[in-house]
């Protein structure tokens, strides 16, 4: 017999979880004790409850493993909520543990007692309270399976601690089934049929692709079936590096700052291939503008409930992508012949790629745009890149081209300020040897700034590429734009010197100025302070606003372009 | 549209809560809901009663299915069903309208389950608008309490809902 915490530690092996990112408390001293006697997980120590959850979520995001975070109760149970609202957002599969007062105590208002299940149940996939140690090895089982199959979530396990002090045999079952929960896998084969055939009827098709792809590692399926079919690719913002995007066939992000191909083709396409996106309101805009216009929807989805929620699909397809792409290109090996007139329709796009709708006004000042574009070509374009919520998000989105899944790692969904750093240190726990920059801005890297500390500690070099023009620029730029330039607390004044505050925390810190210091600074940091963290603070055009721009409530090809101005 | 949704749901702590916060959070209708273990002790079935277009309905009908504790969901009102409300009422019982009380709940088939000198309880089964009319017929000066179970349902014929 082995004890409740002891069990703990054991489920987390038996997962081979090798890092689980947290803060120790009064609930889950008895889980940290287990945790101090072995070796095989490795434990994070943050500086604030919150980050250990992005970073959680952010080694999720950066592999194709679990991610893990451990709490006490009350306090580090609340500062968790907007991490796993964040991940729940995403769908991204975690696991939160949370320590809880002893079971006797519960509902007495005891000293660091909340409402764990309770407060998290509306922004989690699912979640438990452990009533009987006997329970204990099965509920974490079933978390780990309910977090990673079907549409993954996080899932929290709140755990009493009494509990983890009392006895129990430990087996941790290999397989589990649940009555309630069977997640479909394959995808109707007939459903499948019927997309093909829609797939060779299109005279203006656009292969519009999200989250899911990335999250059923099924980039490389996306790449050959788009190969195969020759039709225009756009992605999401969550869905980038879902397909290679220095591809022909890439048109760009779409959406409220996507590209003036990506958006027109979406909009005047009369096939629509969805594939793990949910049309949401950053992206086909004001949707009674996008339903205007006449057209066939294939939505896969693994999430029934995604299909037909914002958009009338006609071909249905619930399934895993992976799968579903794979019965897609054995039906397709047969041969594919596109309607003649797909021709016409990519010289259409091409005229439409003509408009270059990402290029952008030349200034004295550093530009941010040509911050990430001078970050790709030093890094390769092979770096992981973090960011954070606002402009410097977006401008790192369109202009770092991601060839590959996985290595763009940001909140689409909740748009959670304060993630980039955390995300940083998640994506190196995960890939200790990679470059990793995290794309931000003073605002959002004050939210989480204190992780700079957690980064010495275990020496993760991530590469802090602050895009510092002194406001809030996203909410700036609306200001400017739908409110009269009245700037309202957007400007942030009283600023540290992140230089010094960079060195203060043990690391490098740099400021650039000019535009022909970026491209130096950013080579040195990244080769004789590759082992270092760096903070670069980048020094930016105060007036740079992010375009195109698709207003809220507006049609998706009402875009605002940066020429326009 | 006037939907009737019945549940299939693990009989689990917290699980109605699950339910009923998934309506709030999306912002559908509950009109009345009820719940209680089936004959398998680790089963609950819930009955919802809703109202909404198509498309909210399918919604529902997936968001519920969502749930991880949800084993099934059926929309009675899809098909040939039959719908039951409880109602225990109190009316004052006095003078000429005693004898009132006592005809009014034989006409509507309902039955005195609690007497005292001044009042009675009846109690009365049938679709919700069998009810509604009982409370319309009586004068709503004699109305001193009502309690409704909200609808349960079940449906007709070969029309199973089991695991």
């Known amino acids: 017999m082995i004890s409740g915490a002891e069990i703990v530690i054991r489920c987390l092996q038996e997962e081979k979880v090798d890092c689980v990112f947290g803060y120790p408390g009064g609930s889950v001293l008895h889980i940290y004790d287990a945790l101090f006697k072995q070796d095989e997980v490795k434990h994070v120590l943050v500086r604030h409850e919150q980050a250990a959850v992005h970073a959680a979520d952010a080694y999720s995001r950066s592999s194709q493993k679990v991610g893990v975070a451990l709490v006490t109760s009350g306090p580090g149970v609340t500062n968790t909520v907007t991490g796993i609202a964040t991940a729940y957002m995403d769908s991204i599969p975690m696991v939160v543990l949370c320590g809880q007062v002893p079971t006797q105590y519960i509902g007495q208002d005891a000293f660091q007692e909340c409402d764990t299940v309770g407060i998290t149940r509306p922004c989690v996939k699912h979640n438990f309270l452990v009533k009987d140690v006997k329970d204990l090895a099965i509920t974490i089982k079933k978390a780990f399976h309910i977090a990673a199959t079907g549409r993954p979530g996080p899932v929290v396990v709140d755990i009493p601690k009494d509990i983890t002090a009392q006895m129990c045999d430990f087996d941790y079952p290999k397989t589990i089934q649940m009555r309630s929960y069977n997640p479909v896998v394959k995808g109707h084969l007939g459903q499948i049929k019927k997309a093909v055939q829609v797939l060779q009827e299109a005279k203006r098709p656009i292969i519009y692709t999200g989250g899911g792809v990335i999250l059923s590692d099924a980039a490389d399926k996306l790449t050959q079936l788009a190969r195969k079919l020759d039709f225009p690719v756009t992605n999401t913002l969550m869905g980038l590096g879902g397909y290679p995007a220095t591809d022909r066939q890439f048109v760009g992000m779409l959406g409220m700052h996507g590209t003036f191909e990506a958006n027109n083709a979406m909009h005047y396409a009369d096939v629509i291939l969805a594939v793990g996106a949910r049309f949401d309101d950053r992206v086909i805009g004001n949707p009674e503008h996008f339903s205007g216009e006449k057209r066939r929807v294939i939505h896969i989805d693994i999430d029934p409930s995604s299909i037909s929620k914002r958009v009338k699909v006609d071909v249905p397809i619930v399934g895993n992508v992976a799968d579903v792409l794979d019965e897609m290109l054995k039906l397709l090996d047969g041969g594919f012949k596109a309607d003649p007139e797909v021709s016409d329709w990519w010289k259409q796009i091409d005229a439409w790629r003509g408009r270059n709708s990402l290029a952008y006004r030349q200034s004295n000042h550093i530009m941010p745009q040509y911050v990430v574009e001078k970050l790709y070509e030093v890094t390769g374009g092979d770096a992981f890149i973090t960011s954070d919520v606002g402009q410097h998000q977006m401008f790192a989105a369109q202009y770092y081209k991601f060839d590959k899944p996985r290595r763009w790692i940001n909140s689409g969904g909740l748009g959670t300020m304060g993630v980039g750093l955390p995300y940083g240190m998640g994506v190196l726990m995960a890939n200790p040897n990679a470059q990793v920059a995290c794309v931000t801005g003073e605002g959002s890297i004050q939210m989480c700034i204190q992780e700079m500390s957690t980064c010495k500690q275990y020496g993760l070099p991530v590469k802090i590429i602050n895009l510092n023009n002194g406001m809030l620029g996203m909410v700036r730029q609306w200001q400017e734009m739908f409110y009269s330039k009245r700037y309202s607390q957007s400007y942030v004044t009283s600023l540290p010197d992140f230089v010094k505050l960079a060195e203060a925390y043990g690391h490098v810190g740099m400021r650039i100025e000019k535009p022909e210091d970026v491209e130096p600074a950013l080579r040195k940091a990244f080769t004789e302070h590759k082992d270092d963290l760096v903070f670069m603070d980048f020094i930016i055009d105060p007036g740079a606003n992010v375009f195109p721009m698709v207003a809220a409530g507006k049609g998706l090809t009402e875009m605002i372009l940066a020429e326009d101005l | ?163």
Not at chain 2, 13 to 37: K, Q
Not at chain 2, 90 to 113: L, P, Y
Not at chain 2, 114 to 124: A, Q
Request: hydrophobic fraction near 45%.
């Open chain 2, 1 to 163: 549209m006037r939907h009737i949704i019945s549940i299939l749901i693990e009989n689990e702590a917290g699980a109605l809560s699950r339910v009923a916060g998934l309506f709030s959070a999306r912002g559908y209708n509950i009109e009345s809901l009820t719940v209680a273990p089936t004959e398998d002790p680790s089963l609950s079935r819930m009955t919802i009663l809703t109202w909404g277009s198509d498309e909210v309905l399918e919604q529902i009908n997936k968001q519920l299915n969502k749930l991880v504790d949800v084993v099934k969901v059926v929309d009675l009102s899809e098909a040939a069903h039959v719908e039951r409300e409880l109602m225990l009422i109190k009316v004052r019982a006095t003078g000429k309208d005693r004898e009132e009380m006592k005809r009014m709940a034989d006409i509507f088939r309902g039955r005195i389950i609690d007497v005292t000198e001044s009042t009675y309880v009846i109690e009365l089964t049938g679709a919700s608008s069998k009810l509604d009319s009982f409370i319309a017929g009586l004068d709503a000066g004699l109305i001193l309490e009502t309690v409704r179970t909200g609808v349960c349902g079940i449906g007709r014929g070969d029309r199973i809902l089991k695991v």
